[in-house]
């Protein structure tokens, strides 16, 4: 039986109880990590009570707009003299401004192996710290088929996309959606082509939003009241894992550190769960 997704996912307590185990192997240079609620899973050199000022920069995932909005304007709530400016879009174009010197703070990706691009690619420039980086797992994803609330396409599963009438919308190869959706479809035995390949998975909801496409495979947690989200079979779905890192010679060390944190912390993983985010 189809089953339509049309609210956020509930789960407030188990996110923040599963991410607070951390895993072995923390030793090794670059290993992503599971987060922790507990402060000590993040550098220790911001205080409670330290002042933070200036702009915090933080390049993160297309997926996480809406959930690191809220986090930014409550960070900021809580440090009147900091401005938060976010970046969103496709992880790996992201990973690329990384190591090339973007003037950025902090990096959450939607993809392990593109964070662990970004910190190879920061060794290699030989930035320093870069071979002591070990970014931290704060939240996982799942995909959706996402249709328009009309579907006019009548579409109910993901073999509907083999149609010949069915037009449908997936994420550029190489970000992690695109790998995802690559993923799912191979699983599905689905060789049909779609009708635009789109820069990062927010261009993939705005085309079935407007009607353009009908339907588009996007993560659960962009599922609103402008879309309906039919759920995939878990033998064909994959899950996205979401590592966060303070960026090595950050212009705002100290934000970027407490910024991190605090997307660890016990509000930050409340707000991850109400926009869908599961636990790593």
Same mark, same amino acid.
């Given at each position: 039986m189809t089953r339509l997704l049309r609210a956020r996912a509930a789960g407030v307590a188990l996110l923040?109880?599963?991410? /607070?185990?951390?895993?072995?192997?923390?030793?090794? #240079? =670059?290993?992503v990590t599971s987060g922790a609620s507990d402060a000590s899973s993040v550098p220790s050199s911001v205080t409670s009570g330290e002042t933070l000022t200036g702009e915090l920069v *933080?390049? $993160?995932?297309?997926?996480? @707009?809406? %959930? !690191? @909005?809220e986090l930014g304007t409550a960070f900021e709530a809580r440090h009147p003299e900091l401005t938060v400016a976010f970046s969103f879009g496709g992880s790996s174009g992201l990973a690329e401004q990384v190591v090339a010197g973007a003037p950025a703070d902090v990096f959450a990706s939607a993809s392990t192996s593109t964070m662990e691009t970004a910190v190879t690619g920061l060794a290699e420039a030989d930035v320093g710290g870069a071979d002591d980086l070990s970014p931290t797992l704060f939240a996982t994803n799942s995909m959706v088929l996402a249709v328009p609330r009309a579907n006019e396409a009548a579409v109910t599963g993901l073999a509907d996309l083999a149609r010949e009438d069915v037009t449908f919308a997936l994420c550029e190869a190489h970000v992690p959606c =695109? @790998?995802?959706? /690559? &993923?799912?479809?191979?699983? %599905? =035995?689905?060789?049909?082509?779609p009708v635009t390949y789109e820069k990062d998975v927010t261009a993939v909801l705005t085309k079935v939003r +407007?009607?353009?496409?009908?339907?588009g495979l996007v993560y659960?947690?962009?599922?609103? &009241?402008? *879309?309906?989200?039919?759920?995939? #079979?878990?033998? *064909?779905? @994959? +899950?996205?894992?979401? #590592?966060?890192? $303070?960026? #090595?010679? %950050?212009p705002n060390p100290a934000? /970027? +550190? /407490? !910024?991190?944190r605090f997307v660890l912390s016990g509000e930050g993983? %409340? *707000?991850?769960?109400? &926009?869908? !985010?599961?636990?790593p």
């Amino acid at each position: 039986m189809t089953r339509l997704l049309r609210a956020r996912a509930a789960g407030v307590a188990l996110l923040a109880a599963s991410i /607070a185990v951390t895993l072995a192997g923390c030793e090794q #240079p =670059g290993a992503v990590t599971s987060g922790a609620s507990d402060a000590s899973s993040v550098p220790s050199s911001v205080t409670s009570g330290e002042t933070l000022t200036g702009e915090l920069v *933080v390049l $993160a995932a297309a997926s996480l @707009t809406e %959930a !690191f @909005t809220e986090l930014g304007t409550a960070f900021e709530a809580r440090h009147p003299e900091l401005t938060v400016a976010f970046s969103f879009g496709g992880s790996s174009g992201l990973a690329e401004q990384v190591v090339a010197g973007a003037p950025a703070d902090v990096f959450a990706s939607a993809s392990t192996s593109t964070m662990e691009t970004a910190v190879t690619g920061l060794a290699e420039a030989d930035v320093g710290g870069a071979d002591d980086l070990s970014p931290t797992l704060f939240a996982t994803n799942s995909m959706v088929l996402a249709v328009p609330r009309a579907n006019e396409a009548a579409v109910t599963g993901l073999a509907d996309l083999a149609r010949e009438d069915v037009t449908f919308a997936l994420c550029e190869a190489h970000v992690p959606c =695109g @790998t995802a959706s /690559a &993923h799912i479809l191979e699983a %599905a =035995g689905i060789t049909a082509l779609p009708v635009t390949y789109e820069k990062d998975v927010t261009a993939v909801l705005t085309k079935v939003r +407007t009607d353009e496409v009908d339907a588009g495979l996007v993560y659960i947690t962009d599922i609103d &009241h402008t *879309v309906t989200g039919i759920e995939l #079979p878990a033998e *064909v779905n @994959t +899950t996205t894992s979401y #590592p966060i890192l $303070a960026l #090595p010679e %950050a212009p705002n060390p100290a934000a /970027a +550190t /407490a !910024f991190t944190r605090f997307v660890l912390s016990g509000e930050g993983l %409340a *707000v991850l769960a109400n &926009h869908g !985010f599961a636990a790593p």
